[in-house]
T-cell receptor, first 115, second 114 residues
């Protein structure tokens, strides 16, 4: 079974600075997808960014980018120019490209933005 | 656009009581999922469905049952609630064929079992 590990339960960063959230995963599959979701206090799950395993190029969405290291099974999220609205729980997730394509989540990292 | 709608938003149960959580999606998604979220454990899959009339067990299915009689609805039942089922429950849905397509989540149901 696939597992996802987020080793940083909490992180904090100064507003306008850059922060990197770590994620590692374990799988024997070659066809899979990786996601970062954001959960603000409203409890809503919001997709931040996604990465297809077959793509070597790292995904980027505005201030959010990933460092996808397939051989190391690492998928970190970098947030540049941090804003107060970025404060939230962040979840890394793995999705198999086969079968029911269930999403497997990490434990989450709580990000605090200091003004 | 309603997306994924969960009812109710909050519920308090006494141990041994039963209840049903309703999830409805209007995006014609084939796949639907029920997750529970507990502090420090992320979201864990309870049950899922790959189409109308089908259901399957996820990572933590004990104490729960599900039904998918209509494509747009996915029901999660607790027959005899226990304090260990105190959690936030999320329903999600997605298209079947695109692995990179994100799951669409409801806003969650906070359940407390006393």
């Amino acid at each position: 079974a696939q597992t996802v590990t987020q080793s940083q339960p909490e992180m904090s960063v100064q507003e306008a600075e850059t922060v990197t959230l770590s994620c590692t995963y374990d799988t024997s599959e070659s066809d899979y997808y990786l996601f970062w979701y954001k959960q603000p206090p409203s409890r809503q799950m919001i997709l931040v960014i996604r990465q297809e395993a077959y793509k070597q190029q790292n995904a980027t969405e505005n201030r959010f980018s990933v460092n996808f290291q397939k051989a190391a099974k690492s998928f970190s999220l970098k947030i540049s120019d941090s804003q107060l609205g970025d404060a939230a729980m962040y979840f890394c997730a793995y999705r198999s490209g086969q079968g029911a394509q269930k999403l497997v989540f990490g434990q989450g990292t709580r990000l605090t933005i200091n003004p | 656009n309603a997306g994924v709608t969960q009812t109710p938003k909050f519920r308090v149960l006494k141990t041994g009581q039963s209840m049903t959580l309703l999830c409805a999606q209007d995006m014609n998604h084939e796949y639907m999922y029920w997750y529970r979220q507990d502090p420090g454990m992320g979201l864990r899959l309870i049950h899922y469905s790959v189409g109308e009339g089908t259901t399957a067990k996820g990572e933590v299915p004990d104490g729960y049952n599900v039904s998918r009689l209509k494509k747009q609805n996915f029901l999660l039942g607790l027959e005899s609630a226990a304090p260990s089922q105190t959690s936030v429950y999320f329903c999600a849905s997605s298209y079947a064929v695109q692995g990179s397509a994100p799951l669409h989540f409801g806003n969650g149901t906070r359940l407390t079992v006393t």
